[in-house]
């Protein structure tokens, strides 16, 4: 099983709905979580931190269920420009190292 | 400000040969990462190191070396090219893992081997 799993995709969406990322890990003692965005042919950029009570910026909502060990990502209003790939990234307590999911593909269309 | 540059940012080899990919960082960061990305795989990582002269095996590091002697240099050799690393390389950067957990990433090379 992998560390980090997350529905590839891709989710084809109109402009201005609301749409939905999980990402589950497997690694109970996970600290640490991200949600990344990577534009095609581009390098990945940090998108937001997700913290144990949720947090918004913006648009954007990440939300942590430590119970069920996933981590979710929602966007309103969906713009032309949040087509790209979401990377779910993790990490345990006290290490350097981020795994990072697969990523989920989004497609905004007009 | 540069941020994290990546040369080359385009490679062909033939298998056998070898190569060194160039990483740079001007944002004085300690630490520095090699990361590989393949269709379905998601980054893996391949080296990582914790400030100069330090290196440490990542979760694929089979296959290549590397070496951080300026903690603004992290460089990443293929001694015998095959074409199963065949990839988009990623260099990455960040302060120690003590504040928000962001890495700046370079804007990758992709190289082929053939």
């Known amino acids: 099983r992998k560390e980090v799993e997350q529905d590839p995709g891709p989710f084809n969406v109109p402009e201005g709905a609301t749409v939905a990322f999980n990402c589950t890990y497997s690694n109970s003692a996970s600290q640490s979580f991200f949600w990344y965005r990577q534009d095609c042919r581009k390098e990945p950029k940090l998108l937001m931190s997700?913290?144990?009570s949720g947090n918004e910026d913006g648009r954007f909502t990440a939300q942590l269920n430590r119970a069920s060990q996933y981590i979710s990502l929602l966007i309103r209003d969906s713009k032309l420009s949040d087509s790209a790939t979401y990377l779910c990234v993790v990490s345990s307590y006290n290490t350097d190292k981020l795994i990072f999911g697969t990523g989920t593909r989004l497609q905004v269309f007009p | 400000n540069a941020g994290v540059t990546q040369t080359p940012k385009f490679r062909v080899l033939k298998t056998g040969q070898s190569m060194t990919l160039l990483c740079a960082q001007d944002m004085n960061h300690e630490y520095m990462y090699w990361y590989r990305q393949d269709p379905g795989m998601g980054l893996r990582l391949i080296h990582y190191s914790v400030g100069e002269g330090t290196t440490a095996k990542g979760e694929v590091p089979d296959g290549y070396n590397v070496s951080r002697l300026k903690k603004q240099n992290f460089l990443l050799g293929l001694e015998s090219a095959a074409p199963s690393q065949t990839s988009v390389y990623f260099c990455a950067s960040s302060y120690p893992r003590d504040n928000t957990g962001e890495l700046f990433f370079g804007e990758g090379s992709r190289l082929t081997v053939l």
């Open positions: 997700v913290y144990s």
